[in-house]
C-alpha cells in the first residue's frame, strides 16, 4: 500500500522561505513522476511543479523562479524549496505521482502540510 507523507509546513511571514518534503512507501519514486500540490479551502486543488524521474522540472506560473522541486530516489523522498513567500502561497501541501496532462494523480492523498504565510 503506498502512503504519502508530508511534512515541513508551517506560519511563515511574507518573504520568508519554507521547504517541505514529502515521504512516500514503496517504489513509486524511481518509475514515476513526483508532483506537489496545494488546496485552498473551497477551490480546487492545483498542481504547482513537478519533478520527472530524469529530473525534469516543471512549475507553475504563481511559483515560477521561487519555489524549487527536487528529488532523493534513495530515499524515495520529494522536497519543495519555497522562497519569497507570499500571502497568496497559503494552502494545505500534498504530493502525490502522476502522468503529466494524462493523469492528474494516482495515489491515495496523504493528510497533506499547512502552510501559512502572513502579510
Known amino acids: 500500500q503506498v502512503q504519502l507523507v508530508e511534512s515541513g509546513g508551517g506560519l511563515v511571514q511574507t518573504g520568508g522561505s519554507l521547504r517541505l518534503s514529502c515521504a512516500a512507501s514503496g517504489s513509486i519514486f524511481r518509475a514515476n513522476t513526483m508532483g506537489w500540490y496545494r488546496q485552498v479551502p473551497g477551490k480546487q486543488r492545483e498542481l504547482v511543479a513537478f519533478?520527472?524521474?530524469?529530473?525534469?522540472?516543471n512549475y507553475a506560473d504563481s511559483v515560477k523562479g521561487r519555489f524549487t522541486i527536487s528529488r532523493d530516489n534513495t530515499k524515495n523522498t520529494v522536497y519543495l524549496q519555497m522562497n519569497s513567500l507570499k500571502p497568496e502561497d497559503t494552502a494545505v501541501y500534498y504530493c502525490?505521482?502522476?502522468?503529466?496532462?494524462?493523469?492528474?494523480?494516482?495515489?491515495?492523498w496523504g493528510q497533506g502540510t499547512l502552510v501559512t504565510v502572513s502579510s
Open positions: 519533478i520527472t524521474s530524469g529530473g525534469s522540472t
Open positions: 502525490n505521482a502522476l502522468v503529466p496532462r494524462v493523469v492528474a494523480y494516482l495515489y491515495a
